[in-house]
């Protein structure tokens, strides 16, 4: 699963995309365990951040595959 | 709806609606700019770094107009997003909607900026300090004022404006407005110029070298014509004067010098030259073209203009402020009583600041320092907000010159308050942060002379440009009783004679006089305790 990552994330982790491989399908809350995993120093963000998959915010019934592209949205700040 | 999203790195110059084929349909146009604003939680910033996950920003910006289109129908819909670092008073985000009624196009409007701060994936990332964070720092610990314990003579006074006063904030500005302005970055050719060969001449392009006894003419072009081929040998290409020439190594026999029968030529008189001006000629790409600290006038506008510089890093437009002290005047078009005079130093003034680029604001202050300070608190923003104050008159030590205690008042250090000099000697110096005040002296004479020694000096440091300096020149005529304990500034028309530079020293008896200052385009040193300068003597002098 390819992974990207913005703002402050982004400044936290060192890097803007990450890989982590998955198998089956997974619910957001799975899919932050393999982050976490994967990038300790992110457990901090999980709550005040949002998914996308593949360009679109995930929801509680968004299941995700090895295939997908996964942005890690933290509290936007545009206009 | 029509609906049109943008997420650029580039400038937004603000604009009034769009899709005009809603003309006569829409009766609403909302049109809407969100700027950067030159503070973030009360510190003073010079831009915002935005950075955004395009392609879903673009597309939840789409999302959300459509989601409002469903309760509030709109024609059209555009949304212009810059990203990257945007300057203070740039605008971050453009907004157009078009409805047929307004309550539509509010609600859009207001809708779309709400959800966007909500959804889209767009972040501010930091706000970048106005000033480098060292200097802030130096600000803060120590005090950048170094007032002076004693009379400064002309030059410590000059060294003091040079080392109390710096260069404004550049700002990117359009060429209609950067005229007069000091260019305050160097600018570099992007591309070659001209970016093709270019004929000099009417004639047929041939390859260099080429002798074939007759060309076959293959095309025709005109001025504005690119049509890039490569031409063989024996083949001749019709071409005008600037024409961009088909290919490289080419070169043009004058039409003059050909002997034409339909499409075939022949050249009667081989001509060496090759009537063609090079791509690059004139300036190949990264080469810098007008260097930091040039004043732009037409010509150099007409330079940018040619290399596609349409927003040079330009001073900013002076913000100044003249108060005006003295119950004794009256306005020029008055009959002044017995004791009155016509004030001069406003127009005097207006006059001087003509060829800065600035805003310059004028207003009598009474001459009581508790009625001047009620109207200052009153214009306290204005006065905030000026780069230079001036204050005309009060500056001597009398019962009524209260310039420097009213300076003080509005948070001004005196840097120095008198100048050991002639006329002129009553002239203040005062520094709040980056914004500068003088106290001019009132008698025409001293006020025309600590302008043109002193604030002259002081404002083409703040915009940039390069401040007058004292050159050498000769005595037209003798300057008799020239001596005084205190360095003069005489007055004096400069003028080129036989190659030299003569002044001739203008006669004025007492500071009030002034009627050399209509003659005077250059203040002579003279030297402290000199008896008499002979004519013919060498002299320093600053010209104006």
Same mark, same amino acid.
């Given at each position: 699963m390819h992974i990207l990552l913005f703002a402050q994330i982004k400044d936290a982790a060192g890097v803007a995309e990450l890989d982590v491989k998955i198998s089956g399908q997974l619910n957001s809350s799975d899919v932050w365990k393999q982050i976490i995993a994967s990038r300790?120093?992110?457990?901090?963000y999980q709550k005040i951040t949002r998914l996308a998959r593949n360009g679109e915010y995930a929801d509680s019934h968004t299941r995700f595959t090895d295939a997908d592209e996964v942005a890690l949205i933290p509290p936007v700040s545009g206009g | 709806m029509k609906i049109e999203i943008q997420i650029t790195p580039h400038h937004i110059e603000p604009t009034h609606g =769009? /899709?005009?084929? =809603?003309t006569g349909v829409a009766g609403a146009i909302a049109d809407f700019s969100g700027v950067v604003r030159g503070e973030e939680n009360g510190e003073a910033i010079a831009a915002l770094e935005y950075e955004a996950f395009s392609p879903m920003a673009e597309n939840e910006m789409r999302r959300i107009l459509a989601s409002l289109a469903e309760s509030f129908p709109c024609l059209a819909a555009r949304v212009i997003h810059r990203v990257g670092i945007i300057p203070a008073g740039d605008i971050a985000i453009q907004v157009n909607i078009l409805a047929r009624h307004r309550d539509a196009a509010f609600a859009t409007l207001s809708g779309f900026m709400n959800r966007l701060k909500q959804d889209? %994936?767009?972040?501010?990332?930091r706000a970048l300090p106005l000033r480098p964070p060292a200097a802030q720092h130096a600000d803060k610990s120590a005090p950048a004022v170094r007032p002076h314990k004693h009379i400064p003579s002309v030059d410590e006074a000059l060294e003091a404006i040079r080392s109390h006063v710096s260069s404004l904030h550049p700002v990117a500005t359009q060429l209609e407005q950067a005229g007069g302005r000091i260019l305050l970055e160097t600018v570099y050719a992007q591309?070659? #110029? %001209?970016t093709t060969d270019r004929s000099t001449r009417d004639g047929f392009a041939i390859l260099q070298?080429?002798?074939?006894?007759v060309f076959r003419v293959v095309d025709t072009l005109y001025a504005a014509d690119w049509k890039p081929r490569q031409l063989k040998t024996g083949e001749a290409v019709r071409v005008a004067t600037g024409s961009a020439m088909p290919c490289e190594n080419l070169r043009v026999v004058m039409q003059e010098d050909v002997e034409r029968g339909g499409d075939s030529l022949k050249i009667l008189s081989p001509d060496s030259s090759d009537n063609v001006r090079r791509r690059g000629a004139e300036m190949s790409a990264g080469q810098p073209i007008l260097t930091a600290? $040039?004043? #732009?006038n037409a010509g150099a506008l007409s330079l940018l203009a040619t290399i596609g510089c349409t927003r040079p890093k330009v001073s900013p437009r002076l913000k100044v402020l003249h108060f005006l002290t003295g119950d004794e005047l009256v306005s020029p078009d008055q009959k002044p009583m017995p004791a009155q005079i016509r004030d001069s130093n406003s127009i005097f003034i207006r006059g001087c600041m003509q060829p800065f680029p600035a805003e310059l604001r004028q207003q009598r202050l009474p001459e009581d320092f508790e009625r001047a300070k009620t109207v200052v608190i009153d214009q306290r923003p204005g006065i905030d907000s000026a780069d230079v104050l001036l204050i005309s008159g009060? /500056?001597?030590?009398?019962?009524?010159?209260f310039t420097r205690k009213l300076l003080e008042f509005l948070g001004f250090q005196t840097?120095?308050?008198?100048?050991?000099?002639? %006329?002129? /000697?009553?002239f203040i110096f005062g520094v709040a942060g980056r914004r500068i005040a003088f106290g001019l002296p009132g008698n025409p004479l001293s006020h025309f002379v600590t302008w043109h020694a002193f604030v002259t000096v002081a404002l083409a440091r703040l915009t940039g440009g390069t401040p007058p300096v004292f050159s050498r020149g000769t005595l037209a005529s003798d300057l008799p009783? /020239?001596?005084?304990p205190r360095e003069t500034l005489w007055p004096a028309r400069c003028q080129i004679s036989e190659g030299k530079l003569e002044l001739t020293p203008l006669r004025w008896?007492?500071?009030?006089?002034? $009627?050399c200052l209509a003659d005077a385009n250059a203040l002579i040193r003279v030297p402290v305790n000199i008896a008499e300068l002979k004519a013919g003597a060498p002299v320093e002098f600053t010209s104006f």
């Open positions: 300790p120093e992110l457990a901090p | =769009f /899709a005009s084929e =809603f889209v %994936p767009i972040w501010k990332r591309e070659d #110029l %001209p070298g080429d002798s074939s006894p600290g $040039t004043r #732009l009060g /500056a001597s030590v009398g019962d009524k010159d840097v120095f308050q008198r100048v050991n000099v002639r %006329p002129g /000697a009553p009783d /020239a001596g005084s008896n007492s500071s009030g006089d002034v $009627t």
